[in-house]
């Protein structure tokens, strides 16, 4: 496993332009006010062959009683707690304040190696570090990150803290991000999948800005989970940071192995959440519906027909969908998220030998006949599969003009029929075969 650093200051020191710049590319949000990350934030990174793991932390308010900041200073005390080493980083220009021994007090209790980065020194400003030695804590390192400059003496001075990398070969990890709207639950079902609270969870939309990444085990195999900032519609996102934060959420599906799409079941399907739905599904991902708040609707003995068949609905594009019942809030039928989750990255892993896949395909055409124009018909000569993640099947065909979407529809539930394919979608790729190569 790599070593773990975190980085931790005062609001608005530059902790986050840092992270960005040692990791090599934006990952944590950077703008010029107070309270913008919140939760720990994740990324790998290296320097000279040494690999880590960075923590991005939110802004240290140690004596604020402002619920917010409590929760900020709590995420940031639990990556004090479980880093290899501390990069505590201050503000060069603004020279040392009562906040920032405060900090150090608090990271002096932790007994882990620190290195204070003394930021916003775009010249090199010597005079101004000599003030932070007196905090007694670590080295310091006179460092620019706006810049770039003095990041890689800061970096050598923290990886010799770090225990040696042991080079082993990371194992398969299944990447899993939770997505939806806002308020739909997604940081309690973080929290009570992990079985402890590593999110912010708050009854105010927006709590969660960044994709936040935090691995652990199930029934011996490795897992990622991303939780998302929620996706609103795009005509009520704010420009800034919740514009970032929505980006970020969408980039997290495209780099998931599966996605948990959350929804509130008290409130039932809107439009917003079919197009959370159409976006997983455009880019191939498997998927979970997962109808979460289970525990406030009002039941009866066909009350999930009834929300199945709403589904089936809303999401005749995703006729595969995985659905699964829960409540975050009492763990009501959560146990059966990760099972399912995997079972449909599994699905979307499927190989069909060559020659089944010919002899179902050969079967449907006979059953029923493909379709024509003018006079030519579709030919469907062989088929065979191209690739996983998503399923992806290539038919070679006589003329390609001639697939008619109706029937390419046909084909592919026969593929399922046949083959189920759980919560994942497939892809149908129609390609002319000369002549000349017709067998």
């Known amino acids: 496993m790599k070593p ?19 990791v090599g590319k934006k990952v ?24 880590f793991t960075l923590i991005d932390t939110g802004g240290l308010e140690i004596k604020s009683e402002d619920k917010m900041w409590r929760h900020i200073r709590e995420q940031a005390r639990i990556a004090v707690e479980i880093a290899d080493a501390i990069i505590f980083v201050v503000d060069g220009k603004a020279g040392m304040t ?32 000599f003030d932070f030695y007196s905090l007694g804590i670590g080295d310091v390192v006179s460092v620019s990150a706006e810049q770039s400059k003095g990041i890689g003496d800061l970096l050598d001075i923290v990886t010799e803290t770090l225990p040696k990398n042991d080079g082993d070969v990371e194992e398969d990890v299944i990447n899993i991000a ?12 973080t929290n009570k999948l992990l079985g402890y609270d590593r999110v912010i969870v708050s009854d105010v939309a927006g709590t969660t800005r960044d994709a936040i990444d935090t691995s ?61 739905c159409g976006y997983v599904h455009e880019q191939g991902k498997p998927s979970v519906i997962v109808m979460n708040k289970w525990d406030a609707v009002e039941k009866d003995t066909f009350t999930i027909n009834t929300f199945n068949k709403k589904l089936q609905s809303e999401l005749k594009f995703m006729d595969y969908f995985a659905p699964v019942y829960v409540s975050a809030l009492t763990g009501q039928r959560v146990d059966k998220i990760l099972a399912m989750a995997t079972e449909v990255y599994e699905e979307s892993k499927r190989r069909v030998p060559t020659g089944v896949l010919n002899d179902i395909i050969t079967d449907a055409v006979i059953a029923v006949e493909p379709p024509s124009h003018n006079g030519k018909r579709l030919k469907v000569y062989y088929v065979t599969q191209g690739g ?3 399923p992806t099947f290539v038919f070679f ?10 029937y390419e529809r046909y084909l592919e539930n026969t593929l399922r029929k046949t083959f189920t394919f759980k919560g994942t ?5 129609i390609r002319n075969r000369k002549e000349s190569e017709q067998t």
């Open 4 to 22: 773990l650093i975190a980085i931790v200051g005062r609001p608005n020191v530059g902790k986050s332009t840092l992270f960005n710049r040692i």
């Open 28 to 51: 944590s949000i950077v703008e010029d006010f107070e309270g913008v990350t919140r939760d720990r934030l994740y990324c790998d990174g290296e320097w000279c062959g040494c690999h």
């Open 98 to 129: 009562a906040n920032d021994n405060e900090v150090a007090d608090f990271l002096r209790m932790s007994n882990k190696p620190v290195t204070i980065a003394v930021n916003k020194l775009d010249n090199n400003e010597q005079e101004n570090i």
């Open 178 to 189: 939770i997505v939806g709207k806002p308020n739909a639950g997604k940081s309690s079902l």
């Open 216 to 276: 652990f085990e199930w029934e011996g195999r490795k897992y990622n989970i991303i939780d998302t900032a929620g996706i609103r519609k795009k005509s009520a996102v704010d420009e800034g940071i919740e514009q970032y934060s929505v980006m970020r959420s969408l980039a997290a599906i495209r780099r998931a192995d599966v996605a948990l799409i959350v929804i509130d079941s008290s409130e039932g399907m809107s439009e917003q959440d079919v197009k959370i």
């Open 388 to 390: 996983t993640q998503p």
């Open 397 to 406: 065909v006589n003329d390609s003009t001639l697939m008619h979407f109706s």
């Open 425 to 429: 979608p497939i892809r149908l790729v």
